[in-house]
């Protein structure tokens, strides 16, 4: 096992890659325990950059910081949650201390997330239209009748059949397919730069899903995006590039194909390792014996030894994020970069 120096990893990352867009440094996010002293750390020291034109998917099983990192981005926690340490920068801007208003406006402008769950980006109560007008108008400086030519563009690109008719549906009397459209037109209305789609395509059938991951594919060219799922086949659809998180923290990150085919950390070794190697189009992540640590556990070393066939004593102390073999890694004891997942 060789370890790169960071910053020749670095340097080489750089030279490959486009402008940094997001930059997330040492985020941590803490959930109060009720009636403990200590808190609960969601997010746990989550550092990674975002580069422009990159599909970045950030893949774990449900429960180790994946939404709650997503939330950090957008200064929407939900309370008690709170994001205790770490700087989260849009190009040269700090956005994680910015006053409400002007969060907002990054909501808008600049970072765009759709949900999985399509009413929780929607108002139930207010037609489709009149929300993504109130979108436009708010962030751009249009006048009613621009914004409703805005939306109903927004609701075509998205490829919504009959769009002025759909301008005055509720939210409730559309499809899940078609709501979860409307909420993707709504999270574009006003280009942002960067999109984050958190389990987006999860509650659909296979066919639509399908659909949205290449409406997705298609809007790359316009928008960087964060997807975030537990399911490694749709990462493998349209990821460039993974980082898998465990008990809010990143374990392994790499490349799709080097993830894909090569995984060192023995938790996307398990991740993947029920997938049909003639068909990685669409493998579900399989469970994994044992259960990730909860709120409950203090883990000291390497949070994932508890489950990890191959954990040995030196993983009783926790490994740090690092370069080994080019490869950013978690891990005291990897796979080798040439075993095939089994
Ligand atoms: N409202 C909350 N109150 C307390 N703990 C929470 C709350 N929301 C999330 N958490 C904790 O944060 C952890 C990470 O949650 P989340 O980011 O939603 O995971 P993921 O999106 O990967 O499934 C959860 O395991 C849970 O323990
Ligand atoms: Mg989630």
Request: hydrophobic share 40%; glycine share 8%.
């Amino acid at each position: 096992m060789s370890i790169v120096s960071e910053s020749a990893a670095d340097a080489a990352r750089t030279a490959l890659s486009g402008d940094t867009i997001l930059s997330v440094k040492d985020l941590v996010v803490e959930f109060p325990r009720p009636g403990q002293p200590t808190n609960f750390r969601a997010v746990n020291g989550v550092s990674f950059d975002l580069r422009q034109g990159e599909t970045l998917g950030l893949v774990g099983e449900s429960g180790s910081g994946k939404s709650m990192t997503a939330l950090s981005l957008l200064g929407i926690v939900p309370a008690p949650g709170k994001i205790i340490e770490g700087s989260i920068n849009l190009r040269d801007r700090r956005i994680d201390d910015l006053p409400v208003n002007e969060l907002r406006r990054v909501r808008g402008n600049d970072i765009g997330m759709v949900f999985q769950d399509p009413m929780t980006g929607l108002n139930p109560v207010r037609s489709v239209g009149s929300q993504l007008t109130e979108s436009a108008m708010r962030h751009q400086n249009v006048s009613k009748r621009e914004a409703l030519e805005i939306a109903y563009h927004a609701l075509d690109d998205v490829g919504i059949p009959a769009p002025r008719e759909r301008l005055q549906a509720f939210p409730h009397e559309l499809s899940g397919g078609l709501r979860q459209r409307v909420m993707i037109a709504l999270a574009l209305i006003n280009h942002p730069e960067v999109i984050i789609a958190d389990e987006a395509t999860t509650a659909l059938d296979a066919t639509i899903q399908a659909q949205i991951l290449d409406l997705f594919r298609e809007r790359l060219s316009v928008a960087t995006m964060i997807l975030i799922t537990h399911d490694m086949g749709v990462a493998a659809e349209i990821c460039d590039r993974i980082m898998v998180m465990y008990a809010g923290r990143i374990v392994e990150t790499g490349t799709i194909e080097e993830v894909l085919t090569s995984p060192r950390h023995p938790y996307t070794v398990g991740l993947l390792s029920a997938v049909p190697k003639f068909d990685i189009r669409r493998p579900k992540l399989v469970p994994i014996p044992g259960i990730p640590p909860t709120a409950e556990d203090i883990v000291r070393g390497c949070p994932f030894a508890p489950r990890c066939r191959f954990a040995e004593s030196k993983c009783d102390d926790r490994p740090a994020l690092e370069y080994t073999d080019g490869r950013l890694l978690a891990c005291w004891n990897p796979r080798s970069a040439t075993e095939q997942p089994q």
